[in-house]
């Protein structure tokens, strides 16, 4: 007996140590639902020079434009197939006044931008000139509407102008302006924040002003409006079961949640290029909390929404870093490094993991603001770590979820410690399979073993994002330091895929015929 124990402790503990210790099995037959492409949306507010000084260029500009919309920044953005684009706010929506951004620019009134730097706002980019861009990009249009300082009135007006087809007031107004044909905007936002700049509501009395609101933007013809409620601060889980009670779930297309990476601390949130492995690893597991916050309001959502009708849409998230020495602090300029890839390839993942539930996502914010995908200075423009991510991660959108069993070292620091590695995948519709992995940590390359069912006759190929430093970024004078490029490291064999992934890199690996 005391032998035939033995033997078995020391099969266990040989079968234990065969087991490599980074590993992902996946079955494709076990694939789960669609990762919806608004997944990887876009947010564009009026905030320093994301509009103005970015997308928009001065009247007689010597840049490249279409009626002042910058082309360079067109075709980036096309590149990528950003599906959707969140605008005007932000805590800009809710003092944002419509009817203030229409007709003669001459005419348009002013305004204080009280949020972001006390600087006037001239609206001379207002609903005509988004949705132009928004058909320059070929990116559905989501706007968001004003509760906190606007009316039932104002929002309800601000649909009927954009979608009715017919004789009305609106209509009339918006062909009057130049557009005869309504715009048909489905994706629609009923306030931002509301907790906080959006009119520090309660969620109770938020819930009450929703069904106002919501009950006057109207549904014309077949511009059937998905309406967006605004939602929690990341962790209040009170105020999403507060809207799932006292919403009616066929009022809603989705909930918002709001959630930034912070290094440090709100009041001092660190350098987005100047930091060490401390503020790195901070900011890794403030990246990673994602996971837990989509998880939780999730749950609560079951609870009343079992059949996962009404969406979750991290309608704001990113990396959150102190501005560029010398910027306005108002504008919140940003650099974007390479850990600024890895966090947007980390939580991308968690997205497509939690597909089932989340079905739109907005990065803070498409240019020059926070987690930018592009920068510009002038006439020169770039595209930062993130921007390529997007690019990588395109093949996810639309394509069906195939659910990972992932077991990962640990990256340690001192005496905390986050995994290693995270990963997703999905299955295309010419049924092609891409893999997404990321190691967060910054020393140490990490032997991976992924096996996937029935993929013997498929042959794999990688591209990878890494560099020297974390802390490495693309400069004007260096636009194309950090650009993602072909990885030679997958070996295949059968079903089995084996690799060593980089420190601080993100590998997409295709498996296709
Ligand atoms: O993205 C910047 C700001 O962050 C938004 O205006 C606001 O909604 C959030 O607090």
């Known amino acids: 007996m005391k032998h035939f124990l033995t033997l078995i402790l020391t099969l266990s503990v040989v079968a234990l140590f ?303 870093t102190d501005v560029e020495p010398g910027t306005n602090p108002g504008f919140l300029f940003q650099q974007n490094s390479l850990r600024d890839a890895l966090i947007a390839a980390s939580t991308l993942n968690i997205f497509n993991n939690h597909s089932d539930r989340v079905r739109m996502s907005n990065l803070a914010q498409t240019v020059n603001v926070l987690q930018a995908l592009i920068l510009t200075d002038k006439e020169k423009m770039l595209l930062t770590p993130t921007y390529h991510i997007y690019d990588l991660y395109q093949v996810h959108q639309e394509a069906t979820l195939i659910p990972l069993v992932l077991r990962t070292k640990d990256y340690v620091l001192g005496n905390d410690k986050l995994p290693a590695l995270n990963a997703s995948a999905s299955r295309d519709k010419d049924g092609n399979i891409h893999i997404s992995v990321v190691n967060i940590d910054p020393t140490n390359a990490q032997d991976l073993q992924i096996d996937i069912a029935g993929t013997q006759a498929l042959k794999a190929s990688a591209q990878i994002l890494t560099s020297e430093k974390y802390t490495d970024h693309n400069t004007f004078e260096k636009p194309n330091a950090l650009k993602p490029a072909p990885f030679a490291g997958t070996k295949k064999s059968g079903e089995s895929i084996s690799l060593k992934v980089p420190a601080k890199s993100v590998v997409m690996i295709t498996l296709a015929k």
């Not at 909390?289 to 009404?310: C, F, G, I, N």
């Open 18 to 320: 065969a087991q490599p210790a980074n590993r992902i099995v996946a079955n494709p037959e076990y694939s789960k639902n669609i990762i919806s492409k608004h997944i990887y949306g876009h947010f564009s507010e009026h905030l320093g020079h994301c509009i103005y000084g970015g997308y928009f260029v001065d009247e007689g500009s010597t840049i490249p434009n279409t009626r002042r919309i910058r082309t360079d920044i067109v075709d980036a953005l096309k590149k990528i197939k950003i599906p959707n684009l969140r605008w005007p706010g932000g805590c800009f929506a809710d003092e944002y006044h419509w009817n203030d951004g229409i007709g003669l620019r001459s005419e348009r009134p002013k305004m204080v931008n009280t949020n972001w730097g006390g600087v006037t706002e001239d609206n001379s980019f207002g609903t005509h000139e988004f949705l132009d861009l928004c058909e320059m990009l070929g990116t559905e249009p989501y706007i968001c509407g004003n509760v906190g300082s606007g009316t039932v009135a104002e929002m309800s007006k601000w649909v009927e102008y954009l979608n009715f087809d017919g004789v009305s007031p609106m209509a009339d107004l918006r062909k009057k302006n130049g557009h005869d044909k309504p715009w048909k905007v489905r994706f629609w936002g009923v306030g931002n924040e509301n907790w906080g700049c959006g009119g520090s509501m309660t969620a109770e009395f938020y819930a009450d002003q929703y069904r106002r609101y919501a009950t006057y933007a109207r549904n014309y013809g077949d511009a059937k409006l998905m309406k967006i409620a605004g939602g929690a601060n990341s962790g209040d889980y009170h105020w999403t079961e507060t809207l799932m009670k006292n919403v009616p779930l066929n009022m809603m297309w989705g909930i918002s949640l709001h959630y930034y990476t912070i290094p440090k601390t709100w009041a001092s949130k660190g350098s987005a290029t100047a930091f060490g492995e401390d503020e790195y690893f901070s900011a890794m597991k403030s990246c990673l909390h994602m996971e837990e916050l989509v998880s939780r309001h999730s749950a609560v959502m079951d609870q009343y929404d079992p059949e996962k009708r009404v969406a979750l849409a991290v309608d704001e998230w990113g990396i959150w």
